[in-house]
Nanobody, 125 residues
C-alpha cells in the first residue's frame, strides 16, 4: 500500500500549466526529503525535482529547469510540483517519493523508501 498519494494529473495543452500534489496521512512530510520522479512509456524512471529536508535546497532535472517548481505547504502536509510551459515530452506518470534523510537526490530512486501510486500527466493538443 502506497504511503503517499499524488493528485492533480490530467490532460493539458502544450504551453499550459498543471500543479501536482503529494500528500500523506501516515508521514509528517516536514521531516522528509521529497522528490518527484516520472516515467514515460518505454523510458527509464527520471528524477524531476527534489526538496531537501536538511537545508531546504531544491534541485531540478535539466529537462524541467526553469519550468517546474517544487514547494511545500507544511500546514497541509503537502508537497507540490508546479508545472509551467509544459511540453509533449513531459507526458509521463509522475510519482512522489520520500526519504527520512537530510539530503535529496534525483539520480538515486532507491534512496527513497516511501512512494505514491503515481498520477498521469498527458501533454497534447
Amino acid at each position: 500500500q502506497s504511503q503517499l498519494v499524488e493528485s492533480g494529473g490530467g490532460l493539458v495543452q502544450p504551453g499550459g500549466s498543471l500543479r501536482l500534489s503529494c500528500t500523506t496521512s501516515v508521514l509528517t512530510l516536514d521531516y522528509y526529503s521529497i522528490a518527484w520522479f516520472r516515467r514515460a512509456p518505454g523510458k527509464e524512471r527520471e528524477g524531476v525535482s527534489c526538496s531537501a529536508y536538511g537545508d531546504g535546497s531544491t534541485y531540478y532535472g535539466d529537462s524541467v529547469k526553469g519550468r517546474f517548481t517544487i514547494s511545500r505547504d507544511n500546514a497541509k502536509n503537502t508537497v507540490y510540483l508546479q508545472m509551467d510551459n509544459v511540453k509533449p515530452e513531459d507526458t509521463a506518470v509522475y510519482y512522489c517519493a520520500a526519504a527520512y534523510r537530510l539530503r535529496c537526490y534525483l539520480d538515486e530512486d532507491l534512496y527513497y523508501v516511501s512512494w505514491g501510486q503515481g498520477t498521469q500527466v498527458t501533454v497534447s493538443s
